[in-house]
């Protein structure tokens, strides 16, 4: 009972928030437990996460409006390609995703889309040769503009190689590696060229309905833009043209 009236107080004083800090939820806590020592507070913080109360949003930031964890469907060839090369490159390091996982967040639906392959920059010649003796058409190892315009958007599917970066944020979807929502804003806003067609006002109606709809962890969002050099453009273009509170940006 007492728990379930501390949870009740909890959500009421933070319901109106769009987010609070760690500092606010500690002073909120200690209310109850003025005794209260850190190690108890972070198994407080655990459990607030796992029961879906609370959820992270930066670094010691939380909000209470839980969002669900975007998990984008796996089209059936980008799973074979997937599956092949993890039996071929047993210890390879590497996602597959593909332009049609944005389509829910747009306004306007490009015609086509394309496969994006990444694995370590060591394998993009072995893997392109795997793939092409597979038997796959329209191939790309990391494109040139001219490229892109002249062949890739002209075909009905193409598969790009690209390098994946070090670090980046990842998921597992039904038991295929693919791209965490995190990584596909700051992937979106950093490959102008080859993602030419989610650019302009459609990247920000695709911002602000992915924002909307899904837990977005924006701690492992700007690590990760920093490792692509975007960091301070992507605050900045979040901080202008986007509808994510300014508060949650500077947390």
Not at 118 to 136: I, N, S
Request: aromatic residues 14%; positive net charge; proline residues 4%.
């Amino acid at each position: 009972m007492a728990k379930d009236f501390i949870l009740d107080r909890l959500k009421n004083e933070f319901k109106r928030r769009e987010s609070f800090s760690r500092d606010e939820l500690f002073n909120f806590y200690t209310q109850f437990e003025p005794e209260l020592k850190e190690t108890t507070f972070r198994w407080r913080i655990y459990q607030l996460k796992a029961k879906r109360i609370i959820a992270v949003i930066s670094k010691g930031a939380f909000t209470l409006l839980y969002k669900p964890t975007f998990k984008p469907g796996i089209a059936e060839n980008e799973r074979k390609i997937f599956l092949k090369l993890e039996k071929q490159f047993p210890t390879l390091k590497f996602c597959v995703w593909s332009t049609k996982m944005i389509h829910e967040f747009m306004l306007h639906f490009p015609g086509k889309f394309i496969t994006i392959l990444e694995v370590e920059k060591e394998a993009l010649e072995p893997v392109y040769d795997f793939l092409k003796d597979q038997g796959l058409r329209n191939v790309f190892i990391q494109p040139e503009e001219k490229e892109i315009e002249r062949y890739i958007y002209e075909s009905d599917s193409s598969i790009i190689l690209k390098a994946l970066i070090s670090k980046s944020p990842l998921q597992r979807v039904t038991k295929i590696v693919t791209i965490t929502l995190e990584k596909l804003l700051v992937d979106l806003y950093a490959d102008k060229k080859l993602l030419a067609a989610f650019q302009g006002n459609e990247l920000t109606h695709i911002v602000n309905n992915a924002y909307n709809r899904y837990s977005i962890d924006f701690t492992k969002l700007f690590n990760y833009a920093k490792r692509r050099a975007k960091e301070i453009e992507l605050m900045d273009f979040f901080t202008d043209s986007t509808d994510i509170p300014k508060n949650i940006l500077n947390d």
